[in-house]
């Protein structure tokens, strides 16, 4: 069962915390972290991308030169593939690229690359953040200077005044715990978690008996 330090937000250590053994100490399960985040990606795409066909070009109201006796190729319209500013054939078309991934399976990720954040030692556990007012300048001081933090996930949850301060700063990613995700984790260096948030991330990732 992995035993983290309990710190509070000035990284002074004011205890220890056992975390689940079943959600941050499981082996990492590479594919199914690889398919998970692949099915997120892909969920952001747009799908917006078109060309238009022969149909939806304009003009191609006449046949643009007679049939025989030109010496150039029979041609039926101007808005055929095979002229300029004809339409296109089998270009893309609007699309949802959105994977259907079992929530069992995203679960599995979760744990998978939050254990491997435990095992590499960029997890902090903190008391709780408590910031009196709105204010992103105390937030990045607090992380760049009391904490020695950069790129970072922070999990908390309804504490109005972190959101609020961190969502400005580019290198901080502010997230609920049911707003936690596979990317999220990956792409940030360390995951800082308040005390609460373990709580709520152990009864939502725990496996089903």
Do not use: C
Request: charged share 30%; no cysteine.
């Amino acid at each position: 069962m992995p035993t983290l330090e309990l710190i509070n937000q000035e990284k002074v250590k004011i205890g220890t915390i056992e975390l689940r053994d079943d959600v941050f100490g499981v082996e990492v399960n590479v594919p199914l972290v690889h398919q998970v985040l692949k099915a997120q990606l892909a969920g952001r795409r747009q799908g917006t991308a078109k060309t238009k066909t022969k149909s939806e070009v304009r003009g191609g109201g006449r046949k643009p030169f007679r049939q025989k006796g030109t010496g150039n190729a029979r041609q039926g319209s101007i808005r055929s593939p095979l002229q300029p500013g004809g339409g296109q054939n089998f270009g893309p078309q609007p699309r949802s690229y959105a994977q259907s991934t079992p929530k069992e399976m995203v679960r599995g990720a979760l744990r998978s690359v939050l254990s491997d954040r435990v095992k590499a030692h960029r997890v902090l556990v903190i008391d709780e953040f408590h910031l009196e007012s709105i204010k992103t300048k105390t937030l990045d001081f607090l992380l760049k200077e009391k904490l020695q933090l950069d790129q970072v996930l922070i999990v908390d949850d309804a504490n109005r005044n972190l959101e609020l301060s961190g969502r400005n700063i580019p290198r901080i990613k502010v997230l609920r715990t049911e707003g936690l995700n596979v990317y999220d984790v990956v792409r940030n260096e360390w995951v800082v978690i308040t005390k609460r948030a373990v709580e709520a991330i152990e009864t939502r990732l725990a496996p089903s008996s």
